[in-house]
């Protein structure tokens, strides 16, 4: 018990005098910022995870404010899953020259995929998954 004590006390020795990582203005680097979660980490809006939606999230806009490059896995409109009115399932638009709340119709189309496929995301969120999921690797469940 004594020896534990020992080897944890001089632990928190060690990491309380080492400095954590900073940029060169002096601050915390945040260089390397992955978004990891659910729809709202993602970008999912108005029914649908696409391009416009996922620019304006939460994630790249706090990594923007971070100071950190943002690279979303941006899909194309009208984005996932394809508009099926049928299903209820697909992107929700304002019916053009209506102001009115609740005047919204499904997007049209199917999509591309990735606008570019090349680029390796740093928001790699997944609409629908929870901590369960994650911790088993169950996609698509």
Same mark, same amino acid.
């Given at each position: ?32 910022? #992955?978004?990891?979660?659910?729809? !709202? ?11 416009d ?18 690279? !979303? ?6 984005? /996932? ?11 929700? #638009?304002? /019916? ?27 928001? #790699? ?5 929870n901590m ?10």
């Open positions: 018990m004594k020896r534990a004590c020992l080897v944890v006390s001089a632990m928190a020795l060690i990491l309380s005098t080492m400095s954590p990582a900073t940029n060169a203005g002096g601050g915390p680097n945040f260089t390397r910022f #992955v978004g990891v979660g659910d729809s !709202l980490t993602a970008g999912f809006k108005d029914g649908a995870l696409f391009a939606g996922q620019s304006t999230g939460f994630y790249p806009r706090l990594a923007t404010s971070m100071g950190t490059q943002v690279v !979303l896995p941006s899909i194309a409109y009208p984005g /996932i899953p394809t508009p099926n009115p049928a299903a209820g399932a697909g992107l929700l #638009v304002q /019916i053009p020259g209506t102001c009115q709340v609740g005047a919204t119709t499904f997007a049209t189309g199917v999509t591309t995929g990735r606008l570019d496929p090349t680029m390796p995301a740093n928001d #790699v969120a997944i609409p629908g998954q369960r999921r994650s911790a088993h690797l169950e996609v698509g469940h």
